[in-house]
């Protein structure tokens, strides 16, 4: 009759338990190792506060009014992270702190935001330099907006220059009685019209400073470090002793072979009758029983002693 598999997979589950049960010292002792080796590297390390401020981008205008793109085209926020981090953004902090520590720019996800982080080993310094370098970046690409705008109002007042032309040339044609209409004049002044109101509210924007960025929520001073993290490293070190301990449990359950109770000898020698079963006995300060059957007769050893005795006879 072939062997029940869900008989063998419960003996070696009991099996597997026994080892476990037996070398639970060696688990419990590696697993404190590990554990107490990850929180002490952790609290050596010097902490590291992170700090984020969030920047709102926004698209510019002015590239729709001279016709080269849509105002709602995609902003490309990597080319704005590389902004962050140009040499010129760096100077403006500079002035303003001091100094210019290296941050990092990252775009959440389906938006329009850009997230300034800067580390340092003081929290009120990492608020500090999030903060100085969303603002520097907020003034260099205020800068460079209304810079745009007073390029914009230059293209547009070529085109109202260039109309004006056309405009000069049909004012007196030769041969033309006077007062007769002109559609093509209507067209170029309607044109012209429009131009100018552009050109106006270009001019207004340059003037006023307007920006395609602005601060949506400043940084604020962490409250507690981003590293090293002593619980996460503490929560590893369990898990990674555990498993550790684990294997040496059963590294060393497969390296020892010593025989101490019944079940081993069935482990090492199956079928092997079995003729008795002796306790160990020890004396009150630790030493050596002696003769257990003159001393304690009436004791287990004593009666295990005797039963082998008969067991051996028979």
């Known amino acids: 009759m072939p062997p029940d598999p869900e008989a063998t997979g419960s003996s070696q589950l009991v099996a597997y338990l026994g080892t476990l049960r037996r070398r639970k010292w060696t688990i419990l002792v590696v697993t404190v190792l590990a554990v107490a080796v990850s929180v002490g590297f952790s609290k050596t390390q010097t902490p590291t506060y992170d700090a984020s401020a969030k920047v709102l981008l926004q698209s510019s205008t002015t590239q729709a009014v001279i ?69 520097a970046y907020i003034q260099q690409r205020q800068a460079a907006s209304v810079a745009s705008y007073l390029d914009a109002a230059k293209i547009v007042q070529g085109q109202i ?24 004049l209507t067209s170029l002044n309607a044109q012209i019209g429009l131009l100018q109101q552009e050109a106006s509210t270009l001019q207004t924007d340059a003037s006023a400073g307007a920006s395609d960025a602005q601060l949506l929520l400043p ?60 306790p160990s006995m020890s004396t009150r300060n630790g030493g050596a029983a002696g003769l257990v059957s003159a001393t304690r007769p009436h004791s287990a050893a004593a009666e295990a002693y005797r039963s082998l005795r008969t067991t051996v006879q028979f």
């Open 67 to 135: 016709g080269n793109a849509s105002p709602n085209r995609i902003i490309n926020i990597q080319d704005e992270i590389q902004r962050l981090g140009s040499p010129s953004v760096a100077d403006i902090v500079r002035k303003q702190i001091g100094s210019a520590p290296p941050v990092k720019g990252s775009s959440l996800t389906g938006t329009d935001i850009m997230e300034v982080t800067a580390s340092s080993t003081v929290a009120a310094d990492a608020a500090k330099v999030a903060n100085a370098y969303a603002n």
């Open 161 to 184: 220059d260039h109309l004006n032309s056309q405009v000069n040339a049909l004012n007196a044609p030769p041969g033309a009685s006077p007062g007769t209409p002109n559609p093509q």
């Open 219 to 278: 940084a604020d001073v962490p409250s507690s470090p981003s590293s090293p993290k002593t619980v996460r490293n503490g929560l590893l070190g369990f898990g990674g002793g555990l498993v550790l301990g684990i294997a040496l449990g059963f590294l060393r359950e497969s390296l020892d072979d010593t025989i101490t109770s019944k079940e081993d000898m069935n482990r090492a020698q199956p079928g092997l009758p079995v003729l008795g079963i002796i």
